[in-house]
């Protein structure tokens, strides 16, 4: 058998070298050498998008005849969602999330839901033995026909067994334990995680495999390999919540097949991850009653409504600079609407610690989440609760103003359905008629001002 070739490939600038070289004599840059296989790219290359049948010619859209999209359901409503409406056959998923979040339980369900239907699924693991797997399925209690399992990191005998087996749905878990004995590089680097993804696309597109791949998030945050995985793949889902906390989000970030925007809500219980099919009334079922600092919000993620408690803390800072602490919001908008606080409401918070949290342990990103952090802050400022019957959505702009937010009528639904008496909406949202529509008070605010009376009350 002729031997493989490999080379080295500066990731910057694409210099290519038969030897790693620490420093890059075209871009001068250092460290960005990564072993690749050498290709040789012929005439006969067999495409990966057609399936293996070389098409060569342009063709008009109009002649080409779709097979209708047959998607399959993977048995988790929630998850079908996110993948906008089940798994498309011969697709690549990349499902990623810190180590320990639960990917692997997820995909070991999803295994035994999709074999149960009479298809055939491949679990290929490179991180559990046998046994270990089998340990856990008998605690979700999965024992099905048609699911295989193959302790194995070897990419050459995972090749021959998938040819032998011929699976409808595989699982690689995980990406960073797979090993392609052509490249001498560990597993987990660049090289090998690059070359084990664009061979399981192959298998994958030719043999019209639906394949899950799991890939390990790095401290950074960004999946190991920097997002080199991410433009390889047709979905990208990620798995997140906090270790300690039992709610997880399944978000797809990227998804040639549906929309971005979908988020799957799931709780960690000991039999396995079940599925919350109205997370509003768990995650703010703790509120507490009269308390200061704390307050509902609505979120609309995709096509889902929720509904948040959110609580800010403001104490004194004892030493040197305040601190601005948060979890599950990010950062910068916090800081954008603590300085909006000071300069046009005057609430003078420069010597005060700022902590917010979303409580449940979940990251929420959406501009409506402004106005519930404002008042939560001014709420625990002045020491004085805001009703636990009011839900408050908004984003607040640079002037203070309160600006319009998506899905306003889902969202007063959403609240409606709760039993909740009041909510604090932008102007710019509100419908005259939204009175007769809905029997919940209905609170329009045009600036921030106004919208901290409405719910402290003064
Ligand atoms: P796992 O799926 O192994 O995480 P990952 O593959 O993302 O690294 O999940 C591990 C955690 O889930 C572990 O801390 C135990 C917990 N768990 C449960 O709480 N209930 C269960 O039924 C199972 C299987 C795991
Ligand atoms: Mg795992």
Not at 56 to 72: A, L, Q, T, W, Y
Request: one cysteine or more.
């Amino acid at each position: 058998m002729a031997k493989i070739k490999t080379r080295y490939v500066c990731q910057i600038c694409g210099y290519v070298n038969p030897k790693w070289l620490g420093k890059c004599p075209e871009c001068l840059k250092w460290n960005t050498f990564v072993e690749e296989v050498e290709e040789k790219v012929s005439s006969k290359t067999v495409s990966t998008v057609t399936g293996g049948k070389s098409s060569s010619k342009p063709v008009k859209i109009n002649s080409i005849i779709s097979n209708k999209e047959e998607r399959f359901s993977t048995n988790i409503p929630e998850l079908d969602r996110v993948l906008g409406g089940g798994i498309v056959p011969g697709s690549l998923i990349l499902v990623g999330g810190d180590p320990g979040i639960g990917k692997s339980t997820l995909l070991l369900q999803v295994s035994s839901n999709i074999s149960e239907s009479g298809k055939k699924v491949l679990y290929i693991t490179g991180e559990e033995s046998e046994n270990q797997i089998k340990m856990r399925a008998s605690r979700l209690n999965i024992n099905s026909e048609n699911l295989y399992i193959y302790t194995e990191n070897n990419l050459a005998s995972i090749e021959l067994q998938i040819a032998d087996i011929k699976p409808d749905v595989m699982i690689v878990d995980s990406i960073q334990t797979m090993v392609s004995p052509e490249i001498s590089s560990a597993p987990g680097t660049v090289s090998q995680i690059k070359e084990g993804t664009s061979k399981f696309m192959k298998i994958s597109k030719k043999n019209s495999i639906s394949t899950f791949i799991v890939g390990h998030v790095t401290k950074e945050g960004s999946l190991a390999g920097p997002r080199l995985l991410e433009h390889m793949v047709d979905t990208v889902l990620y798995f997140e919540g906090e270790r300690y906390n039992s709610y997880r989000l399944l978000r797809a970030v990227k998804n040639r097949f549906g929309s971005t925007n979908e988020l799957g809500v799931f709780e960690m219980k000991n039999r396995g991850l079940v599925e919350l099919e109205n997370p509003s009334k768990v995650l703010i079922s703790e509120k507490p009653e009269n308390v200061s600092g704390s307050v509902i919000v609505s979120t609309v993620e995709g096509t889902r409504s929720m509904l948040l408690e959110l609580q800010a803390l403001v104490a004194p800072t004892n030493f040197g600079y305040p601190r601005r602490t948060t979890t599950g919001v990010d950062n910068n908008r916090v800081a954008l609407i603590l300085a909006v606080l000071e300069k046009v409401v005057g609430i003078q918070i420069q010597n005060q610690d700022v902590f917010i949290n979303i409580v449940g342990g979940l990251k929420i990103n959406e501009p409506s989440m402004d106005l519930g952090i404002a008042l939560s802050v001014a709420s625990s400022f002045r020491n004085i609760p805001i009703d636990s019957g009011i839900v408050v959505t908004g984003e607040v702009g640079l002037t203070g103003e309160i600006r319009t937010v998506s899905f306003i009528e889902k969202r007063i639904t959403e609240c409606e359905k709760l039993g909740f008496n009041k909510i604090i909406i932008p102007k710019g949202n509100y419908s005259k008629k939204f009175d007769k529509d809905y029997s919940i008070e209905i609170i329009p605010v045009t600036n921030l001002r106004q919208s901290i009376s409405e719910a402290l009350g003064r």
